[in-house]
Nanobody
Framework: QVELVETGGGSVQVGGSLRLACTPS????????MGWFRRAPGKELEGVAT???????TYDDSVKGRFTISKDNVKNILYLEMNDLKPEDTAMYYC???????????????????????WGQGTQVTVSS
């Protein structure tokens, strides 16, 4: 059962920008850790960014300075603003929400994928040169 719905993916050229959005659809734990993950073809799942209820964010080194995670706490929509996109950012991007409380969302994001919580169906981002 899909409890989070991602939108905003697409195809852009190198240096372009996209904004992903994640809307809860049944997911109730919006005050817990939430994050964006991605899986490129032939590669393992990678944590991109996380955010906690106080809007404290963590980022993978590969996206620091280019991506910004944010959350509208009224509408409970999670965003990922992606700027200066590179070909290596090409991947399926997933919105994930924890189903139990973690004080350190960075640690939460390093769990095995099956232990992370609720997932969206994913949205494809393709960056071409």
């Amino acid at each position: 059962q899909v409890e989070l719905v991602e939108t905003g993916g697409g195809s852009v050229q190198v240096g372009g920008s996209l904004r992903l959005a994640c809307t809860p659809s049944g997911y109730r734990y919006t005050s817990y850790c939430m994050g964006w993950f991605r899986r490129a073809p032939g590669k393992e799942l990678e944590g991109v960014a996380t955010i906690d209820s106080d809007n404290w964010a963590t980022y993978d080194d590969s996206v620091k300075g280019r991506f910004t995670i944010s959350k509208d706490n009224v509408k409970n929509i999670l965003y990922l603003e992606m700027n200066d996109l590179k070909p290596e950012d090409t991947a399926m991007y997933y919105c994930v929400g924890a189903v139990d409380y973690w004080s350190d969302c960075g640690r939460w994001s390093r769990q095995d994928p099956q232990d992370l919580g609720s997932w969206g169906q994913g949205t494809q981002v393709t960056v071409s040169s």
